[in-house]
């Protein structure tokens, strides 16, 4: 079957394949892992349990080194205790040591345990939540909240059937007292808050997405991550009326996405996103897609198509929008991810996606701008890393998600 461009606004890939072997189960016969960047940092020290801080030196991309999570001046705290308390938490607990302790915190778990969050958990700036060495759902309840925040690590957790909340009071962080909005059941909401490392969760069937950036975030870096079993996973920026997410950068790096993935991976709105050594697997309605002038550079990301069926296809809006299209001249009512700031007065596309040193498999395809300069991230000495080559990409994310760590050993 021919690849065929479709130029809608957003190029949008549509992508298919059964999930037929579980790359990462433990004990399989599954080659060597090749360790991607962020991996290579840490995962060799067998004593990383008493050197937890060395992760914070391993964070790539536009979140950069978390510099200022570590040092002799950071609180541990070890969560004992699954209950939840959103107005009163009790000493060992997830929530009272977000909320309650104040300064550089790092926060473990002392065993495997289940954690039903009766509200939202407001995370607070220079906290570094570390999973490592138990297994922590973050499960059936509220789920967590990034809120004008910075300097925050969210490491190791497996984030499943987040719940929609109500409006009500919840202990925020420095113990302060807040009236919190309802929210909608994403795993992780980061809300106008800079310099955020999400890396080794494992996130699946939440009410609304997996993780939301909006509101003027930046300096964002989601990476190793597994998205499975969900339909909108990754929003990258608020509204299309919401022009501060211009400034917005986010790095999605080494995560596996699927099976059973729909669409969103991510959604790009205004600002600029590098989608880079990605597995993309198990799709059906998009891949990446955006809106309202966004630049998207996908590098070096494995792509897999169906056996039969469509390559490459364009999306639809979830609702019906009503806009006045420059490019019409009239009112219209449509359906397709078009709208009229995404043109030029004289009718040309103004948005910038790029594909450099994607692999396609089966045939998968999509071709990017055209008469665009391709936008490089400029990362810093800080953020800047090594991109593999595509072919390996199934290896580097072979371990996305929450990784089984024994304290005694190689994690």
């Not at 490491?155 to 919190?180: D, E, I, T, W, Y």
């Not at 390996?392 to 998600?401: E, K």
Request: aromatic share 10%; net charge positive.
């Amino acid at each position: 079957m021919a690849c065929q461009s479709l130029w809608h606004f957003t190029l949008v890939i549509s992508i298919l394949e059964a999930f037929t072997t579980s790359m990462l189960a433990e004990g399989s016969n599954n080659p060597p892992i090749m360790f991607n960047a962020v991996d290579r940092c840490w995962r060799g020290n067998p004593g990383w349990f008493e050197q937890r801080q060395q992760l914070a030196m391993c964070s790539l991309g536009f979140a950069g080194k978390m510099k200022n999570n570590v040092g002799e001046n950071v609180t541990s705290y070890v969560v004992t205790d699954p209950t939840d308390d959103a107005i009163d938490p009790k000493p060992g607990t997830l929530r009272y040591g977000v909320t309650k302790l104040t300064g550089k915190i790092w926060i473990t778990f002392n065993h495997d345990m289940h954690i039903k969050l009766v509200k939202p958990l407001l995370v607070g700036s220079f906290t570094a939540i570390d999973g490592r060495g138990a297994s922590v759902h973050i499960a059936r309840g509220g789920c967590f909240m990034l809120d004008r925040v910075t300097n925050v690590i969210i490491h190791g957790l497996r984030f499943h059937h987040c719940r929609a909340q109500a409006s009500g009071k919840v202990m925020g962080p420095s113990s302060k007292m807040m009236r919190l909005g309802a929210t909608d059941g994403d795993a992780i909401r980061v809300v106008a808050s800079t310099k955020v490392w999400i890396d080794h969760n494992t996130l699946y069937k939440c009410m609304d997405g997996l993780i939301d950036v909006t509101l003027g975030s930046t300096g964002i870096t989601i990476s190793n991550n597994w998205f499975r079993d969900h339909d909108k996973v990754m929003l990258l920026g608020h509204a299309d009326d919401f022009h501060d997410d211009k400034n917005m950068k986010v790095t999605v790096a080494f995560n596996h996405f699927g099976p059973n993935c729909n669409q969103r991976m991510p959604r790009v709105r205004w600002g600029y996103a590098h989608v880079v050594n990605n597995l993309y697997q198990g799709w059906a309605l998009y891949a990446i897609g955006g809106s309202m002038n966004p630049s998207i550079k996908s590098e070096a990301n494995l792509f897999v198509a169906p056996e039969s069926g469509n390559k490459e296809r364009t999306g639809k809006y979830e609702s019906r929008n009503r806009v006045r299209s420059r490019r019409l001249g009239r009112r219209a009512t449509i359906t397709s991810r078009l709208h009229a700031s995404d043109y030029h007065e004289d009718g040309k596309k103004s948005w910038n996606f790029h594909s450099v040193r994607d692999y396609f498999e089966n045939g998968a395809c999509f071709k990017s701008s055209e008469g665009q300069a391709r936008i490089k991230p400029n990362y810093t000495n800080d953020q800047i890393f090594p991109v593999a080559d595509a072919r390996v990409v199934r290896s580097l994310t072979r371990s996305a998600g929450a990784l089984r760590c024994r304290a005694d050993s190689r994690c």
